[in-house]
């Protein structure tokens, strides 16, 4: 139950996150999760969309530098010490955590974490040890 996650490299200048939502847009691609984070001269933009292989063709096609990796989805449960529930199962099990984001959308109340580890597999078998739920290819219908 893992989802893909694009990671595309911009210019980290005035409307370059525009022009990759602006293409996306156009080519009827949703945007389901995203982060950005930037250095001084790049930013990486990292999105769950609802269709991840054809937005990697069109975004290919404008020659954007990107990558299509495997990230897990699960939902934060609902009560106090909910994300600690995800979070020290995975470190008690030593997976490291190399991003974490939210998506835009929800299915119930519950938030949904994108994750992106080291041991993707392992990761799914503690989380679901754990009582944790992972959303799989439902996120693309968001």
Sequence with gaps: MEVKQLSVILG???????????????EDIKTKAVLAASTEELSTVRLVVNDPERAAAVLESYKFNLELSPVLAA??????????????????????????????????????????????EEAKEVLKRNWIRLIGDEIYSL
């Design 12 to 26: 980290n200048v005035p409307g370059a996150l525009a022009k990759l939502s602006n293409i996306l847009d156009n």
């Design 75 to 120: 939902e934060v449960p609902l009560h106090p010490g909910g994300m600690n529930a995800i979070l020290k199962s995975l470190s008690q099990a030593d997976i490291n955590i190399h991003y974490l984001y939210t998506t835009i959308n929800r299915f119930g109340e519950e938030t949904i974490v994108i994750l992106g580890v080291d041991k993707v």
